[in-house]
Nanobody, 123 residues
C-alpha cells in the first residue's frame, strides 16, 4: 500500500519559516520524481516545487523561487520543503506527490498523493 504522509504544516506569521516533510512508503522511492503542490480555497492545485528521482533536476514556481527549497533523502524515503520568508499568499493546503520514472510539473502526471497539510500565514 502506497502512503505519502505530509507533516510540518501550521500557523506562522508573515516572514516566518516552516519545514514540510513527506514520508513515503510502499513504493521504490528512488525511481519516483517528487513534487510539492498547493491549493488555496477556491483555487486550483498548483505546482510549488519538484525534484527528480536522483535530485539532479529541480523546479520551482516563480512565486516561491529564492524562498523555498525542496530536497529529498533516498535513504529515508522523504522529501522536504523548506519555506522561508513566508507570505500570506502562501496560505494553502500543501500536498506531496510521486511521479514514476518521469519528470513533469503537471499535477495530472503524478501517480500518488498525500492527504495534505495546512499552512496558514498571518499578516
Amino acid at each position: 500500500q502506497v502512503q505519502l504522509v505530509e507533516s510540518g504544516g501550521g500557523l506562522v506569521q508573515a516572514g516566518g519559516s516552516l519545514r514540510l516533510s513527506c514520508a513515503v512508503s510502499g513504493l521504490t522511492f528512488s525511481v519516483y520524481s517528487m513534487g510539492w503542490f498547493r491549493q488555496a480555497p477556491g483555487k486550483e492545485r498548483d505546482v510549488v516545487a519538484c525534484i527528480s528521482w536522483r535530485g539532479g533536476t529541480i523546479y520551482y514556481a516563480d512565486s516561491v523561487k529564492g524562498r523555498f527549497t525542496i530536497s529529498r533523502d533516498n535513504t529515508k524515503n522523504t522529501v522536504d520543503l523548506q519555506m522561508n520568508s513566508l507570505k500570506p499568499e502562501d496560505t494553502a493546503v500543501y500536498y506531496c506527490a510521486a511521479d514514476h520514472m518521469s519528470w513533469s510539473t503537471a499535477r495530472d502526471k503524478y501517480d500518488f498523493w498525500g492527504q495534505g497539510t495546512q499552512v496558514t500565514v498571518s499578516s
